[in-house]
């Protein structure tokens, strides 16, 4: 999805009588983007730097954490050059980004290989061992599933995506960087560590280790019994800090680097799911909102520690003091429409060699515009990187269904759309099963959310109402920034609702009822009946792909 703002000087000039600014980095599994935001979470200037992600054989996906600080020094000093701000006008930084990743790092603070990131997959047989008992329900030995739930609210998934997977796959494959590594860091948490020399996470960015008791969301704790049913060590683990605390300030010579004219405090780090909930308003309990970027996922904050094991839903500790957040995250979205794009309209080979349009997401929007709901029955299913909710299934893989010699590109492309949306529905019957009540209306934030007609499919599949947030796709650095501002005493959690604006609100459309009812149900059917033939068909595939 397209990035960037083209906020004016006047409008940074505007806010010199506010509360200050907060500088906003938000890395990106495409690369990390920075801005300046105001007390509103208006990013009134931000920039984007791409990085490479390296696909490895056996599920591999790494980056190099070098180029993440590269980007990220490259993207603030644009962002400084296009809107220099007085001295003392930034008051805070915060960062936030990709979450269930892992960063090794030695004595010295550097990375001793690249960081592993959450589409890494080639820990999965490490977690099938690690949950591995005689009695065992959905694949858990009772016992240890029992620990985990009562503990964590969770449990390490089978896909092996989560942090733990990671330490677990690093210290059986790579044994000497295993020993030689110092602490197992999130990528946001080792933002921290190059921002201000501090190893530490946040209640929330820790969670995916599987290792917490966050029984007590004000003191969340390392738990010895999980610790030894895993094997790590607790010295190799960050300290732990509650959400909207000061991590620390900002080394002079980052400072220097960052083109920073003054040291500020630093915001302990949150994950991206977590900020976009802040950053799009939904703060209170049950206010959900519907991410659609290169992933999605639907989330909403619970006052309460909860877990469905057959729903495969926990709620986990929140970035906003004292709540719980319950997620239910879909492996790919718009990847899905960068896939139609590069591979089916544009591809760059020997068979076609038409340029891509500056703005093809622009195009697809007016082409999906004139289709008619439900684009004659064609049904895509967007599980090209397998599954996580609301089933997990790592064989799973996507395709279109019904084709016909009358199916075109035009009913390929829209179904695209309804498809993606269809798994959000598929998310918020799960949703609403776990919370026991309606979920609406949705708050609609990421890329997706700038297409006005993605937005009316959604609304329409979900049968919800759907508000469109201004600048959808800033709702991570708003979110970050909001966060910061409560961090330092400057903004109420009641508040943030408020600040947040609406673009426009999207209705049902009654007339569309029926088509995508039937198609929702048959999607469903689609998922159960070729399950077997998906697993015969990839699991022959692991450790090779």
Not at 355 to 373: G, W
Not at 483 to 505: F, P, T
Request: glycine residues 8%; charged residues 25%.
């Amino acid at each position: 999805m397209p990035t960037g703002s083209n906020s004016s000087g006047s409008q940074l000039s505007e806010k010199k009588k506010s509360k200050g600014l907060i500088l906003s980095i938000d890395l990106g599994t495409s690369g990390p983007k920075v801005g300046l935001v105001d007390e509103c979470g208006r990013v009134i200037c931000d920039e984007f730097e791409p990085v490479p992600i390296y696909l490895l054989p056996g599920g591999g996906a790494e980056q190099d954490p070098q180029d993440w600080w590269q980007a990220i020094v490259k993207a603030t000093r644009r962002v400084l050059e296009r809107c220099p701000v007085p001295s003392g006008e930034i008051i805070a930084l915060g960062c936030t980004g990709q979450w269930s990743g892992t960063v090794a790092v030695g004595n010295d603070g550097k990375p001793l290989m690249n960081a592993i990131i959450w589409m890494d997959t080639r820990g999965a047989a490490n977690v099938r061992r690690l949950v591995d008992g005689p009695l065992k329900v959905s694949g858990y030995a009772i016992g240890k599933l029992l620990t985990w739930v009562r503990l964590t609210g969770g449990m390490p998934t089978g896909a092996g995506k989560d942090s733990i997977a990671h330490i677990l796959f690093i210290k059986e494959e790579y044994p000497e960087i295993f020993q030689a590594t110092n602490k197992f860091l999130e990528p946001i948490d080792y933002l921290g560590l190059i921002l201000t020399g501090n190893y530490a996470a946040s209640y929330d960015s820790i969670t995916l280790h599987w290792l917490t008791d966050n029984r007590d969301i004000q003191h969340v704790k390392y738990d010895e019994r999980l610790l030894s049913l895993s094997g790590i060590d607790r010295q190799k683990l960050p300290e732990l800090r509650p959400p909207v605390s000061v991590l620390g300030d900002l080394l002079p010579h980052v400072a220097w680097e960052l083109g920073l004219a003054q040291v500020v405090p630093v915001i302990i780090s949150a994950p991206d799911v977590h900020t976009a909930a802040v950053g799009a308003g939904a703060v209170e309990d049950y206010q959900a909102h519907l991410y659609i970027g290169t992933s999605s996922w639907l989330v909403c904050h619970l006052p309460e520690k909860k877990t469905d094991v057959m729903l495969g839903i926990a709620s986990l500790p929140a970035a906003i003091p004292n709540k719980y957040l319950v997620i239910a995250e879909q492996e790919c979205a718009g990847a899905c429409l960068n896939y139609l794009r590069d591979q089916i309209f544009y591809p760059e080979d020997e068979l076609m060699s038409g340029s891509k349009p500056e703005d093809a997401y622009a195009l697809f929007d007016r082409i999906v515009s004139d289709v008619p709901a439900g684009s004659e029955r064609l049904v895509f299913t967007p599980w090209l990187y397998g599954e996580r909710a609301p089933v997990e299934d790592p064989y799973v893989r996507g395709g279109f269904f019904n084709l016909t010699l009358k199916t075109s590109r035009r009913h390929m492309l829209r179904a695209v759309y309804e498809g993606v949306a269809y798994n959000s529905r598929w998310l918020l019957d799960a949703m609403e099963k776990f919370t026991r009540r309606k979920l609406e209306p949705i708050r609609m934030v990421g890329g997706g959310a700038k297409s006005a007609i993605w937005c009316q499919i959604c609304a329409d599949v979900l049968n919800r109402a759907v508000l469109q947030v201004r600048d959808p796709i800033q709702a991570n650095m708003s979110g970050v920034a909001f966060l910061a501002y409560l961090a330092l005493g400057k903004l109420k959690v009641e508040d943030i609702s408020g600040c947040v604006q609406i673009e426009q609100e999207y209705r049902p459309d009654p007339n569309n009822r029926g088509i995508y009812e039937e198609l929702f149900g048959e999607y469903v059917r689609l998922y159960k009946s070729l399950k077997p033939i998906y697993t015969r068909l990839n699991r022959q595939q692991e450790g090779r792909e």
